[in-house]
């Protein structure tokens, strides 16, 4: 399926910038003839080509409308700042931001897509993208940069393939559609609890009352 075959060839950030909520819908508009091929700042010119050589069309320069180029980021949290608002948590594509309610959340760097949707909803400007140095997926050593010199996890960037992404930010959707039915059959199962024929008959003394009173 062509929509397949374009989805594979893009970045899987989901950051959203090409106009689209993810990846996935932009590849569908690519092969609907719905969007070009150089909406997505993430893939950059080499990602351009591999649509272009694909769909046997001629590149073109990236759209800088939708974002310029820029090197693989991830984001950082600084804890001194966080005050545990789960915003950041609720916006992450690939669950890549843990933390609690009220607690100090923190980025697993070896998961983070650099997508910055962690950014805007964050309410104290905690959240800072810092662009990854040599591929190194390492502590932020409070500089701009990630430093290997600095290596206190050992990552394996194998996972930050698009094939991997795409699988972080799938599951993630999975949750969230579990997550759901759960709320959904608990309000269904509340619900039923409820005798309507009660339920109305008080609103409707309530409603009487009301107006014997302004009568009054």
Do not use: W
């Amino acid at each position: 399926m062509l929509t397949e075959k374009i989805n594979s060839l893009l970045p899987q950030t989901q950051c959203g910038k090409c106009g689209f909520a993810g990846c996935k819908p932009y590849a569908e508009a690519i092969a609907e003839g719905l969007a070009d091929i150089n909406q997505c700042p993430p893939g950059n010119d080499k990602g351009i080509q591999k649509l272009a050589n694909l769909l046997g069309v001629k590149p073109k320069p990236l759209n800088t409308a939708h974002g310029s180029p820029k090197p693989e980021s991830i984001a950082f949290i600084d804890e001194e700042i966080c005050i545990g608002c789960t915003f950041c948590i609720q916006a992450c594509p690939v669950d890549a931001i843990v933390g609690a309610p009220k607690k100090l959340h923190t980025v697993i760097y070896s998961e983070c897509t650099g997508c910055e949707l962690c950014v805007a909803p964050c309410p104290v400007d905690c959240i800072i993208i810092k662009p990854v140095k040599n591929n190194s997926r390492d502590r932020i050593n409070g500089t701009s940069r990630i430093s290997n010199k600095d290596i206190k996890f050992t990552n394996n960037l194998k996972k930050r393939t698009p094939n991997y992404l795409r699988m972080r930010y799938e599951r993630r959707l999975e949750r969230l559609e579990r997550e759901r039915k759960i709320l959904s059959k608990k309000f269904i199962k509340q619900t039923k609890k409820i005798n309507l024929s009660s339920y109305i008959a008080t609103i409707k003394s309530k409603k009487n009352t009301k107006q014997d009173n302004k009568i009054k």
